[in-house]
């Protein structure tokens, strides 16, 4: 289930009814999705779709966030990658299928320690 409020680049939220009781879960956006795998693909280099037959060498933030600018990509709203946005969904757990729930204390706005 997504608690969470706005979803990461790459997903869209659904709501469904379980048990009588709407239930908000993550569902991948194809269009964005592509764009997060070809982010992924430069930072390990390798085959890359769209950059030609030869290998490419792993690249870093900056790079990825200029390679994705000069050929056109923007983000969900409409902008260009910054460093930090490409940073984000490099580091983003959610991309590795794993969801935290209740990470921060909201009262106090400090984390919690992580269970065992």
Known sequence: RWTGSRPPFGY?????KVSGKPERRLAI?????TVVQLIFALRLGGQVPG??????APKG?????GFLNKNGYT??????????????????QTYAGTYIYG??????GTLRAPEK
């Open 12 to 16: 869209n939220v659904e709501t469904s």
């Open 29 to 33: 956006d194809d269009v964005e999705a």
């Open 51 to 56: 950059a030609g037959k030869e290998p490419v």
């Open 61 to 65: 933030v900056k790079k990825i966030a």
């Open 75 to 92: 983000t969900r709203e409409g902008r260009r990658f910054s460093l930090g946005t490409v940073h984000k969904i490099l580091t983003n």
């Open 103 to 108: 990470r921060m204390e909201t009262r106090t």
